[in-house]
T-cell receptor, first 108, second 114 residues
């Protein structure tokens, strides 16, 4: 059974700082997705990572995938308040298996 | 505008009521999904439809009954629900089941069972 673990589950940080969210999964997969969810809102797709070593960047967010380590990271550079949200990773193994989410609060 | 529209946004119902959730996608996608999102738990996939055929049913209680009349519409019929069924129900669509494209989500229906 595929399990997806995110950590941390909660993160409070100051604007301007850097931090990384981790997504570990338990069985082989080469498709991983990152989503963002604002309170009371829908899930928004951020990144699709399809191969070992894939790296994608959008603004202050950068995601990477290491299929050998079964690990993906979402790195936040010089955080700003607008990035406050809950971030989910999801791994495809026939269907999407979701992490529990990382609630990120960025304080001005 | 998400391209995936869910109605109603909020629903309060008693355990003996029957209601339906509706989802409509305007993206030309072939696969549609129902998820349950409960507090502090990962998203739980409930049902998947691909080209209007159900391809996945993750041991969901029979009090939840999906219907996909065409590739643009998906319903979730509810009857005799329990308090633990209170949650956010999310609909999503993707180009195809098992595609490399991300799923697109609606805003969800917040369901409360009295």
């Amino acid at each position: 059974e595929l399990k997806v673990e995110q950590n941390p589950l909660f993160l409070s940080m100051q604007e301007g700082k850097n931090y990384t969210i981790y997504c570990n999964y338990s069985t082989t997969s080469d498709r991983l997705y990152w989503y963002r969810q604002d309170p009371g809102k829908s899930l928004e797709s951020l990144f699709v990572l399809l191969s070992n070593g894939a790296v994608k960047q959008e603004g202050r967010l950068m995601a990477s995938l290491d299929t050998k380590a079964r690990l993906s990271t979402l790195h936040i550079t010089a955080a700003v308040h607008d990035l406050s949200a809950t971030y989910f990773c999801a791994v495809e193994n026939y269907q999407l298996i979701w992490g529990a989410g990382t609630k990120l609060i960025i304080k001005p | 505008e998400t391209g995936v529209t869910q109605t109603p946004r909020h629903l309060v119902m008693g355990m003996t009521n029957k209601k339906s959730l509706k989802c409509e996608q305007h993206l030309g996608h072939n696969a549609m999904y129902w998820y349950k999102q409960s507090a502090k738990k990962p998203l739980e996939l409930m049902f998947v439809y691909s080209l209007e055929e159900r391809v996945e049913n993750n041991s969901v209680p029979s009090r939840f009954s999906p219907e996909c009349p065409n590739s643009s519409h998906l319903f979730l019929h509810l009857h005799t629900l329990q308090p633990e069924d209170s949650a956010l129900y999310l609909c999503a669509s993707s180009q195809d089941f098992h595609s490399n494209q991300p799923q697109h989500f609606g805003d969800g229906t917040r369901l409360s069972i009295l």
